[in-house]
């Protein structure tokens, strides 16, 4: 079945690098209008696509996000689609246990949970008005195990981005909005560029 995007929209988080910058290409193939959101900027071909409406954010900076999601909205009417790839995996800071930073891990949970909940707080409305949407969030296979690597923030994040995101599916459901968690494995990102230079840190 060939499924019909005429019209749609999303918007997807950290969509400049990784998997949310591979998430854009994909769309752009579907004539998706997107909003791609990140704090650095993706590769110019993606700049040049009339599918993709860029704008650089720091999404911890919730009024600025609020407002460039309003515009995005006021420009076309409806939401369809959220996919949140946002995250940091810090294997020199996050530290585990006796070595822990508290500081680290905050920050850590601001930027891969607390802009989860940023997102949603915006877009559920909008798609709640619409009776129609799907929210997709990254987190990690980490999230279902423990680790003899220092990054226990970032699978604590994680961990808590499955919760939430199935307490949204509950409470979303009856307005034809979905909420889901793909767990990915180790995927070849910049994130993990420290394998090719140490293997053991597999």
Known sequence: MKLNFKGKTAIVTGGSGGVGLSTVKEL??????ILSLDIKSPPNKILKSKYVHFQKIDLTRFKETEKIINNFYKKYKSIDYLVNTTGVLWFDKDKSAEEMDLDIWDRVFEIN?????????????????????SLVHIASID????????????GASKAAMIRFSKSLAIQYGSFNIRSNT?????????????????????
């Open 113 to 133: 949970l607390k802009t989860m909940a940023y997102l949603v707080k915006i877009i559920l409305p909008k798609m709640k008005k619409n009776r129609f949407g």
């Open 182 to 202: 793909i767990l990915p494995g180790a995927v070849e990102t910049p994130m993990q560029e420290r394998w090719k230079k140490n293997l053991k840190a597999k």
């Open 28 to 33: 752009i193939k579907e004539k998706i209008h």
């Open 143 to 154: 999230a279902l195990s423990g680790d003899d690597k220092p990054q226990d923030a970032y």
